[in-house]
């Protein structure tokens, strides 16, 4: 009787541990090229991030890789993850992992002030833009154009470059640039977003190596948030990736 009080108790308590949540979420740091505070879009890109990861057991910190490309970091070992994966730098790649799939599809439009008369959108050689340093895609593009462009260190400094007359113009994934835009007392009253689509971007989830073993776990919540309700995230829904 002692014996089948022990098996009976034994049965429940491994129901029960099969059945409960993970106790310790498993810690994984990710790696973002600019702080995120005052751009709604990117918070609730980033929220989207954090609440599909918690659900299969890991709890996501943020570290700012400002100065610093996200995808060496990520290489070297000091961060495990990066979601802005644009698939253009190829170095030392053998030591990730992405998701097979893209969470995002980003679309670069061109910001600009409406009161300059003498700027075209459709013909960018000859003025000067700026592309913010981690929108890598962008930069690319602008190099095969033959575009003159500066690098800025993130989307609110090409507000503020543009505001100062550095620049005649920024190229920005749509959102980014409309949070930036509205971030700035003065650029909110007097920068325009442009009718032309520079360049659409699919943008990857990539991890350390070492994510390996638990890639398909992760993927697979990923697609089910990816159709499920995305009403939380107005400002990014016409781009997350509905069909992954």
């Known amino acids: 009787m002692k014996w089948a009080f022990i098996l ?19 810690p994984v740091v990710m790696g973002l090229p600019f702080h995120v505070k005052r751009i ?4 609730q ?6 609440q599909t990861m918690s659900s299969v057991g890991y709890k996501v910190s943020i570290r700012n890789t400002q100065g610093s490309p996200p995808n060496k970091m990520l290489t070297d070992g000091q961060i495990d993850a990066i979601t802005y994966d644009d698939k253009t730098w190829t170095e030392q790649r053998d030591k990730t992992v992405s998701l097979s799939f893209p969470i995002i599809r980003t679309r670069g439009r061109i910001f600009f002030k409406g ?21 890598m895609a962008f930069t690319e593009e602008a190099t095969r154009r033959k575009l003159k ?12 470059d543009l505001m100062s007359g550095k620049i005649d113009y920024f190229v920005a994934i749509q959102e980014v640039g409309l949070g930036a835009v509205d971030s700035h007392p003065e650029g909110k009253n007097s920068i325009v977003m442009g009718k032309t689509v520079f360049l659409e971007v699919p943008l990857y989830l990539t991890f350390s190596r070492k994510f390996q073993s638990d890639l398909p776990r992760i993927e697979s919540a990923f697609r089910k948030a990816l159709t499920g309700d995305l009403s939380k995230y107005p400002l990014i829904i016409e781009n997350l990736n509905k069909e992954p």
């Open 45 to 50: 890109y980033q929220d989207f991030i954090n």
């Open 8 to 26: 009976v108790f034994f049965v429940s308590s491994m129901a029960m541990a099969e059945q409960s949540p993970l106790q310790s979420p498993k």
């Open 115 to 135: 009161n300059n008369t003498r700027f075209d959108e459709t013909k960018l050689a000859k003025f000067k833009g700026g592309i913010s340093n981690n929108n």
């Open 149 to 160: 462009f500066i690098n800025t260190a993130s989307p609110l400094q090409s507000v503020v």
């Open 40 to 43: 709604k879009a990117i918070m």
